[in-house]
């Protein structure tokens, strides 16, 4: 019988825009590329430990999705309770940087394509990251899995506010978007905003950006999965193996 070693390759390089060595692991030969971003604390390797690679190696091996993990620079960003709220919005900007002019043109130099549209997905944080590169974005990713996400990181700012923050924050720019090209993208764009009511889970997150959407007319999927939307690793590896299987 003949079986099937799911593809894995892992890349390293150093980011002058984050200071610091970033990974990206590879699962897959071929198919949409998707880049997967870690939960607080997480790492690449983060999303094969807790199972969810094996959750959605069928849609790997297929071919239907090919995944790029990342890491996040969590502990110099939002997650830096040592630092000025200045530079924790500073070093978002940069990651959002770090993704579209580092990450993105790796894989579609590793796909071969470079215009294919991208996809993301991410759990809690990771979620966050997943929408917001989307919607700041759009014509480079086209589809996103945001499971149980956080979408407005005020609370990390002590109060304070720039741009930076403003641009990184998608409960506030989404409310205010008017810009055409922006709109024109994003009606292109396929956004799922998992949440439900299972443990641990806050569900106003998703419904608050959901609105803010709706309000200016961005299409995009509110799912509410019920009990089976909790916030812990059984239910995003479900998640992700439920959407897998009908991409």
């Known amino acids: 019988m003949l079986t099937f070693v799911m593809h894995r390759e892992t890349h390293y390089w150093y980011s002058h825009r984050l200071g610091r060595e970033m990974g990206v692991v590879v699962f897959g030969h071929f198919g949409p590329p998707m880049i997967a971003f870690p939960t607080t604390g997480g790492d690449e390797w983060e999303y094969e430990r807790n199972g969810v690679i094996g959750a959605m190696a069928g849609a790997i091996d297929a071919g239907r999705v090919k995944v790029f993990c990342v890491n996040t620079n969590n502990s110099d960003s939002f997650g830096n309770d040592r630092a000025h709220p200045r530079h924790r919005s500073f070093m ?66 002590l109060g304070d506010y720039d741009d930076n923050f403003y641009f990184n924050n998608p409960a506030d720019y989404c409310a205010n978007l008017t810009d055409p090209w922006a709109l024109h993208h994003l009606a292109s764009c396929d956004i799922h905003l998992a949440t439900g009511t299972g443990p641990w889970e806050h569900p106003a997150e998703a419904y608050r950006l959901s609105g803010i959407l709706a309000g200016r007319g961005i299409p995009h999927h509110l799912d509410d999965w019920g009990p089976q939307g909790g916030h812990d690793w059984p239910y995003w590896r479900h998640q992700m193996w439920e959407y897998m299987n009908h991409v």
């Open 92 to 157: 978002q900007a940069q990651y959002d940087q770090y993704i579209v002019h580092e990450v993105v043109p790796f894989v579609r130099g590793h796909c071969r394509d470079h215009g294919i549209g991208v996809w993301t997905m991410g759990a809690s944080l990771g979620g966050y990251h997943a929408a917001n590169t989307l919607l700041k974005h759009p014509d480079i990713v086209k589809r996103c899995f945001a499971l149980s996400g956080v979408y407005d990181m005020k609370r990390f700012m």
